[in-house]
């Protein structure tokens, strides 16, 4: 499956014009650790699927789902089954500043499985099908509607990390999002606990 390898760095080959490359994957191949500009989805459906990503090692049961942001080290172990292996162009959703709160989700690695919220699980379940639905039938508008279902997809999970915070005072939570934005935006500089503690 990995065509373009240099060092650790895979050439993802997306077809002529288009931004999504869709693997309907049963190889049982070993794929060493490397890295893409692709946001990668990977969803077993038979078997479970071991998967190495930034250093931690998931084990994938069917109907998991494992989101590998762009960027990200990961390595796949040869195992027998079927999984779909989605890739898309990061591009489109990392340099849009309407999108930067929804792009957060993709900070890390994200694992989706039996002990998540298992109606997020199935809901997710079901939007990745439909862009494998839409990729299998591609026409001229299928690569939009692909990533309108990304978006909801992100927004969902966006949507859970949200609501799994519960804190009594929204001001606090405003106040929080605006502190994690200000280090997201800074972290190159030398922030100290004083000048976080200014801000709140």
């Keep these: 499956m990995i065509v373009h390898l240099d060092g650790d760095f895979e050439t993802v080959d997306y077809v002529e014009n288009r931004s999504v490359?869709?693997?309907?994957?049963?190889?049982?191949e070993e794929?060493?650790?490397h890295w893409h500009n692709a946001i990668?989805?990977?969803?077993?459906?038979?078997?479970?699927?071991?998967?190495?990503?930034d250093g931690k090692t998931y084990d994938l049961h069917e109907r998991d789902i494992m989101i590998v942001p762009a960027g990200t080290l990961h390595a796949m172990k040869a195992q027998?089954?079927?999984?779909?292996?989605?890739?898309?162009?990061?591009?489109s959703i990392s340099s849009n500043p309407a999108l930067y709160d929804l792009y957060s989700v993709l900070k890390s690695p994200v694992m989706i499985g039996e002990e998540s919220d298992e109606e997020l699980r199935i809901s997710l379940g079901n939007l990745i099908k439909e862009i494998y639905t839409l990729y299998s039938n591609f026409d001229v508008l299928s690569e939009v509607y692909i990533y309108i279902?990304?978006?909801?997809?992100?927004?969902?999970?966006?949507?859970?990390?949200?609501?799994?915070?519960?804190?009594?005072?929204?001001?606090?939570?405003?106040k929080f999002g605006s502190i994690i934005?200000?280090?997201?935006?800074?972290?190159?500089?030398?922030i100290t606990l004083d000048d976080l503690a200014r801000m709140a």
């Design 21 to 28: 490359l869709i693997y309907d994957n049963v190889d049982n």
């Design 149 to 174: 279902k990304l978006l909801t997809l992100l927004a969902r999970i966006k949507e859970n990390q949200i609501s799994a915070v519960k804190y009594d005072d929204e001001k606090y939570l405003e």
């Design 31 to 33: 794929y060493p650790v």
């Design 80 to 91: 027998s089954g079927r999984r779909l292996i989605m890739l898309f162009d990061n591009r």
């Design 40 to 53: 990668e989805i990977v969803m077993p459906l038979t078997n479970g699927y071991t998967m190495m990503c």
């Design 181 to 190: 934005k200000y280090i997201e935006q800074n972290y190159m500089y030398n």
